[in-house]
Nanobody, 128 residues
Framework: QVELVESGGGLVQAGGSLRLSCAAP????????MGWFRQAPEQAREFLAR????????VYADSVKGRFTIARDNARNTVYLQMNSLKPEDTAVYYC?????????????????????WGQGTQVFVSS
């Protein structure tokens, strides 16, 4: 439904930080609840965080609570994932995703199947 493009991945030392961005050229994201997921080699896609249309509500996976922050700036048409205190086990490809335009924030949950649009992913590697 909407083309998403992630950026900001790269190599970082354990304990460091990265800020990922998700943009949608030519489309407006404010109508969509948004989420961040990651997938490590040989692992299932893992939910990390989601955010409501206005940004007033957020939900985090236990594995990233207190370390990661999801945010959005609808004026800039961008969704962010601030990652602090990174660990080697955070190494993965990170994806942003958009739910259906009319989906309720509560109904989409954490299931990747409830997200209709995905970016290509950005690689994050955390060295020890």
């Amino acid at each position: 439904q909407v083309e998403l493009v992630e950026s900001g991945g790269g190599l970082v030392q354990a304990g460091g930080s990265l800020r990922l961005s998700c943009a949608a050229p030519g489309r407006i994201l404010s109508g969509y609840p948004m989420g961040w997921f990651r997938q490590a080699p040989e692992q299932a896609r893992e939910f990390l965080a989601r955010i409501s249309r206005s940004g007033s509500s957020t939900v985090y996976a236990d594995s990233v609570k207190g370390r990661f922050t999801i945010a959005r700036d609808n004026a800039r048409n961008t969704v962010y994932l601030q990652m602090n205190s990174l660990k080697p086990e955070d190494t993965a490809v990170y994806y942003c995703a958009a739910a259906r335009l009319l989906a309720s924030f509560g109904s989409i949950g954490n299931d990747p199947l409830n997200y209709a649009s995905w970016g290509q992913g950005t690689q994050v590697f955390v060295s020890s």
